[in-house]
């Protein structure tokens, strides 16, 4: 049974100030499967005893168990916390080994998906698209950022759909997608409500959607046309990206093997020689760029 269950079920016996702990329970779930029991006796006004008795009359065994209730249904998203308090009693040369191994560990996995026709029908829907957005926020934000930049030797125009200046900005951006359009959207653990809603007006405006996310019972498959599956644990971090960046560079893999002539590269190159170092004195690089009063000192 669950928190509200038990506590409606046992509501007729509390007391007025067990009440008043039950009140706060229910209005504020979420903070309270964060809180201990000092804590949750300090915002609700009451003592530890208080507490503990409000407990006892719900019929559970101790605050433990209360706890135990209280956090069901959060558990992904109290996973980042547990996480770090796991990581405090760790001796820093096993946080460090912990971490290249779960890198490796990442990478190993999304590698077993090398015959998944996903890479190839991404490159060719990238290659083909009018506009490509990109929608993601927080650290899926900046991995899809990394992405974008890395795309744009082969997309025709790009949108991101980050959250810079607001959520209607991203909304009205959205309205201007259409069927010719494709939207990469990506959304790890924790996940973001914004990312769902947001998709959602995307696929009511008939754009092909990616999802890239780390599991079939991520949020964004049922609002995707195809889903690209990463890893995404850490054992001190609430996600990882290190798979997101391999599954990513195969995709460029493949638009540069495939998608793009030996001329085109040899135009980029020449394009930007003229940004690059060259230590060759006997080959100096082209200085027809503008250089500013810093660089001419």
């Not at 890198?103 to 009018?130: C, F, G, H, Y």
């Not at 009511?204 to 996310?213: D, E, L, P, Q």
């Not at 793009?260 to 590269?265: L, M, R, Y």
């Given at each position: 049974m669950n928190l509200p269950a038990l506590i409606?079920?046992?509501?007729?016996?509390l007391t007025a100030n067990q009440q008043k702990i039950a009140d706060f329970v229910l209005t504020n779930p979420f903070p309270?499967?964060?809180?201990?029991?000092?804590?949750?006796?300090?915002?609700?006004?009451?003592?530890?005893?208080?507490?503990?008795?409000?407990?006892?009359?719900?019929?559970?065994?101790?605050?433990t168990e209360f706890r135990a209730h209280a956090v069901q249904g959060y558990q992904s998203l109290l996973k980042p916390v547990?996480?770090?308090?796991?990581?405090?009693?760790?001796?820093?040369?096993?946080?460090?080994?912990d971490a290249f191994n779960n890198?490796?560990?990442?990478?190993?996995?999304?590698?077993?998906?090398?015959?998944?026709?996903?890479?190839?029908?991404?490159?060719?829907?990238?290659?083909?698209?009018?506009?490509?957005?990109?929608?993601?926020?927080?650290?899926?934000?900046?991995?899809l950022q990394l992405f974008a930049d890395r795309l744009?030797?082969?997309?025709?125009?790009?949108?991101?759909?980050t959250g810079e200046n607001g959520m209607e900005r991203v909304a009205l951006k959205i309205a201007g997608l259409g069927p010719e359009d494709l939207l990469i959207a990506m959304a790890l653990p924790r996940y973001s409500q914004h990312t769902v809603d947001f998709m959602k007006l995307a696929r009511?405006?008939?754009?092909?959607?990616?999802?890239?996310?780390d599991g079939a019972h991520s949020p964004l498959c049922a609002l995707s046309h195809e889903q690209i599956f990463i890893p995404a644990d850490h054992p001190v971090l609430h996600s990882s990206g290190i798979a997101a960046l391999a599954a990513f560079e195969t995709i460029l893999a493949v638009l540069a093997a495939h998608h793009?002539?030996?001329?085109?590269?040899v135009s980029m190159t020449r394009f930007l020689m003229p940004y690059f170092y060259a230590d060759d004195e006997q080959h100096p690089q082209s200085k027809t760029r503008t250089t500013d009063v810093s660089e001419a000192e």
């Open positions: 409606e079920a046992q509501w007729s016996r309270v499967a964060t809180m201990g029991i000092e804590e949750l006796a300090t915002a609700t006004e009451t003592s530890t005893a208080t507490i503990t008795r409000f407990v006892k009359a719900l019929g559970l065994n101790g605050f547990e996480n770090i308090d796991r990581a405090r009693h760790i001796p820093p040369r096993r946080v460090i080994k890198a490796l560990s990442q990478v190993q996995t999304v590698a077993k998906q090398a015959d998944n026709p996903v890479w190839e029908s991404a490159a060719m829907r990238i290659q083909n698209a009018q506009r490509i957005a990109f929608l993601g926020f927080g650290v899926s934000g900046n991995l744009l030797p082969f997309s025709r125009a790009q949108i991101m759909l009511g405006r008939g754009t092909y959607c990616i999802a890239v996310t793009q002539s030996v001329s085109d590269a």
